[in-house]
């Protein structure tokens, strides 16, 4: 893996704890953040302005980040804190069929 893929992944689980912290503190709940997250992933999903040459599986990486740090909210919610890859895998089944083809 190459060095900048594992400074993403150590910001992905930061930006997990700062969220964690915020339904902790009570400022949002868990739900609104999941929701917030999924609406910033259809917004992604379905940006007029994305130039055609895009391939779908380009999208699904900008998607990654949004779809990341929502499955990391669901999976903590039995109080654990997940590994990297434990999210990653969760991605990898909730995807539809069309997007596992992606990559």
């Given amino acids: 893996m190459n060095t900048a893929n594992l400074q993403l992944e150590g910001v992905y ?9 915020v339904v902790a503190k009570g400022l949002l709940e868990k739900a609104e953040l999941i929701t917030l997250l999924s609406g910033v992933e259809r917004g992604i999903a379905a940006d007029p302005s994305r130039p055609v ?9 900008v998607k990654f980040p949004a779809r990341f740090l929502a499955s990391a909210l669901r999976a903590s919610s039995d109080g654990r804190k997940p590994s990297f890859a434990e ?9 539809s069929p069309q997007e596992r083809a992606l990559g």
Avoid: G
């Fill in 53 to 61: 040459e895009i391939r779908d599986s380009n999208v699904e990486a």
């Fill in 13 to 21: 689980l930061v930006l997990t704890a700062l969220l964690e912290a």
């Fill in 87 to 95: 999210i990653v895998a969760l991605i990898r089944e909730i995807r």
